[in-house]
């Protein structure tokens, strides 16, 4: 009853998401629009031409050879030239279509990452990318499959059908009036079970992509499978997977089948139905041999343009499908709406004020209850805390991250709620804990956030975070590719690029976090020396579970349950019987 309720819904759902999917295409391809006006007026001349004249010219032929007429040859002839100037008007049509679908293709493309990459953080978190790559490049690949089903299927056959008709119309007002009846009901057939089909391709659409991503999750973490020795279990894991998606694959071409069966008995109705009629008229003499055969080339014709017509309808609610998958993430409300905000908005400094912050992730229990925190430009904090405390969830709403319920958070004397999410983040430096690179150069990672760095800058801050020696030891130096999320990289290389990239971003306020949790003791050390020197008259804020690298802070800051329990130095906190001293002993007795 569940699974029935849901193929309802899907086709009632059916026109409505074909028509938000056609105002997404027509929306951005909009531009182009003169070269699919093209494509139409040259397809639609050269299928009438080819279709519905030279078939006429066809017929006459045959009567003329019958008559052993001497003006054969003139008849031929314009057959000739009809079939050649359909021909031109046919290659004029192609080369619209080729341009149009190019440069739409160009600008769905751009659109759709643009869509992607303004979602928020828990977009991100919520959604694989291997799944989101396959909507990406289904909704690309289901425009132009949709465009070319209109241009080369559904216009040909309006085209024939109507030129058809008109002409059947004149030769034989009944035989023109059953012809016409037939393609409406064809066309209400097709369209019927194209509704019923929507369902079984939404399911196969889903599939297909939780396949892929499981494909990507299982290819992207393949070291980890590795070392864990989990091949076969995850060789199971997609088994399952792909056997559910086969199975629905199954259905929908069963279903294709059944639609099939359905196409020919209609088709091979209309091709018998029509002939023996015309040949009843001819018998009566009331049509000619020549008409009789005009109607046979045009039933031949029209049987075997609406058998495609029933099957591109088949593809053509696949293709609606697989696109409305990429609408639905056009309709959700980006990040941020940059219309009414500045991108080129900049921070007085690096003092930060948090006013009667509440933050929850969902009703229930807060992260944070009317928080209050000052952080004076200049200052080296350190925020330590038990897991789930909200160290992270704080670094998340200064970055904008996240947007908290209530409250207000100024840096450098202004409300981030009123600046670009891009231009904020721009002047704040961040090293993750789990560093992510790009799979580009050493070079390109380490002035990512810097446009225009020179090569001087980016060996400079390499130098200083300790891995320009390692780098010059691969064989292309800066220009060595990192692998997908830099994992030709050890982690300690990997941290130290991204802590080399943080330096090399003029930005007043620097947020570590963990950031030196995958270097031996002597790097380490020599890092912590190396970022409190450069680092003099920056905001520095330090997420730490190793307390030896907050220890020279100027404050720390602990959180427990989301509340700040102690705020102050290393020395004076631990002459407090609190939750920091309780941590340093723990830790250092371990």
Known sequence: NKENRYLQLNQLNMVKNLRKVYSIYRKHTKPHQRWALGTISSYSLATCILNVIAPMFAASLFAL??????????????LVLSVIVAQIFFRLGDYCLSVFENKSIFSLHQKSLETVITQPHYFFANNHSGALIARMNRFIKSFEGMFDSIAYTFLF????????????????????????????????????????????DSKEAQLS??????????????????????????IAHFQEQNRLYAKAQKRSWVFSNLQNGVQAVLTGSLELGSLGIAILLWSKGKMSAA???????????????????GRTFVRFTKYNTDAYEMVEIFEKTPEVDVSNLSEDQHIADGSVVIKDLTFSYSIGKN???????????????????????????????????RDPNNGIIEIGGADIANMAHDALRRQIAIVPQDVSLLHRTIFENIAYGKDNATSEEVIQVAKKAKIHDEIMAFSKGYETVVGERGIKLSGGQRQRIAIARALLIDAKIIILDEATSSLDAITETHIQDILQNHLEGRTVIIIAHRLATIRHCDRIIVLNDGK??????????????????ELVRHQFAN
């Open 65 to 78: 050879m019958a008559r052993k007429d001497s003006n054969i040859f003139d008849t031929f002839w314009l």
């Open 291 to 309: 008409d009789v055969a005009l109607v046979y080339l045009y039933m031949k014709i029209i049987s075997d343009t609406m058998w495609e017509v």
């Open 157 to 200: 056959s309006a085209v024939q059908v109507i030129g058809i008709c008109i002409v059947l119309l004149f030769k034989s007002p009944i035989l023109g009036g059953l012809v016409l009846g037939w393609a409406i009901m064809y066309m209400m057939t097709s369209m019927k079970m194209a509704k019923i089909r929507v369902p079984v």
């Open 367 to 401: 992260v944070f209850s009317n928080l209050q925190l000052n952080i004076e430009h200049g200052q080296h904090v350190g925020v330590v805390g038990s897991t789930g405390a909200g160290k992270s969830t704080l670094i998340a709403m200064l970055m904008k991250l």
């Open 564 to 581: 700040i329990t102690q705020d102050g130095a290393h020395d004076a906190l631990m002459q407090e019987d609190g939750i920091y001293s």
């Open 209 to 234: 992509s939780d396949l892929t991503a499981v494909t990507a999750d299982i290819i992207g973490n393949a070291i980890t499978v590795l070392i864990f020795g989990q091949r076969k279990k995850e």
